[in-house]
């Protein structure tokens, strides 16, 4: 079965510091994998994946097969960044529901 | 354009009673997705449409649940005899089709059973 994990429940930076989300997964196969943000009182919606190899908002993602991991960095926080990020992973090849974790909610302080 | 849309926003029933949930999808998305979020949980999967059939219903918890979706557009989710850990808030999502199209959220419906 597939799972992933983010340790941290809680994490708190300056604006201006660099941030790290934690994001490790579970599964034998190629997953997808995805990050996706809700800021206050808005919908759940994608930042970034991994196959697309973007920078969004600042944040980019790279997907480590051999530690299993997916983490999530900027390297200068801004206030607006503040939000909950969930990593989610896919099996793809059909299969398209999405696998999430418990999410780590960021908190930059001014 | 309009984004997924989910009514009611909020719904609050008695233990055993019957509840439907409805999702809007995006216009033209052909897959349609229901997730169910618990406190200080990320999303969980609950069954996925391709069109008006039901390509994975595995994460249907048992079978008080069912999910239709009668002209590809429109879904409805149904929980009978609802119990107090069915509370929860009901994510829908649609994408454009299979094959990790990007999935875009409804804002959910906040399900309290007292």
């Known amino acids: 079965a597939q799972r992933v994990t983010q340790p941290e429940k809680l994490l708190s930076v300056f604006k201006g510091a660099p941030v790290e989300l934690k994001c490790n997964y579970s599964?034998?196969?190629?997953?997808?994998l995805f990050w996706y943000v809700q800021y206050s009182r808005q919908r759940l919606q994608l930042l970034l994946r991994h196959i697309s190899r973007e920078s969004i908002k600042g944040f980019t993602a790279d997907l480590n097969k051999g530690e299993t991991s997916f983490h999530l960095k900027k390297p200068f926080a801004q206030e607006e960044d503040s939000a909950m990020y969930y990593c989610a992973l896919s099996r793809g090849g059909g299969s398209e529901k999405l696998v999430f974790g418990k999410g780590t909610k960021l908190t930059v302080n001014p | 354009g309009a984004g997924v849309s989910q009514t009611p926003s909020n719904k609050v029933t008695e233990k055993g009673k019957y509840v439907e949930l409805r999702c809007d999808p995006i216009?033209?998305?052909?897959?349609l997705y229901w997730y169910r979020q618990s406190l200080g949980q990320g999303p969980e999967f609950l069954i996925y449409?391709?069109?008006?059939?039901?390509?994975?219903d595995s994460g249907l918890p048992n079978d008080r649940f069912f999910a239709v979706r009668p002209e590809g557009s429109v879904s409805t989710l149904k929980i009978q005899r609802t119990e107090r850990g069915d509370s929860a808030v009901y994510l829908c999502?649609?994408?454009?089709?299979?094959?990790?199209?990007?999935?875009?959220f409804g804002p959910g419906t906040r399900l309290l059973v007292l």
């Open positions: 216009s033209g998305h052909t897959a």
């Open positions: 449409f391709q069109g008006t059939g039901a390509a994975d």
């Open positions: 999502a649609s994408s454009r089709g299979p094959f990790m199209e990007t999935q875009y």
């Open positions: 599964y034998s196969g190629s997953p997808e």
